[in-house]
């Protein structure tokens, strides 16, 4: 989600590159629900919705098509069932440059 990808608050170390808008860093922080700096399933559920309020265009199109499952597969690299700020990050990028699933 370009500009969906944020360090929150608290954190020790952040990565580079990341420069999250103060939309994202509140929405990380309402949806990190059990302040672990990570996002499960559920969690990213409510940041996508709280990203897609806020007009981020991923976001909608995730929201639109109700594709959380389908985003967060592809957003969790790793696959630790977990999504860090730096996957955000990495799959939004991807998406804005037409990269990844559902583009040729």
């Not at 969906?4 to 990380?28: H, K, M, N, R, Y």
């Amino acid at each position: 989600m370009s500009g969906a990808a944020l360090v929150p608050v608290g954190a020790t170390a952040q990565s580079p590159g990341l420069d999250p808008t103060p939309a994202e860093i509140d929405a990380f922080l309402a949806a990190d629900a059990n302040k672990d700096a990570l996002l499960q399933l559920s969690e990213f559920k409510t940041f996508v919705r709280l990203m897609a309020d806020a007009g981020q265009p991923t976001a909608r199109q995730v929201r639109m098509f109700a594709a959380y499952r389908f985003a967060f597969r592809i957003t969790d690299k790793n696959r630790d069932r977990v999504v860090s700020p730096d996957e955000l990050r990495a799959a939004d990028d991807a998406h804005q440059r037409g990269e990844g699933a559902g583009h040729n």
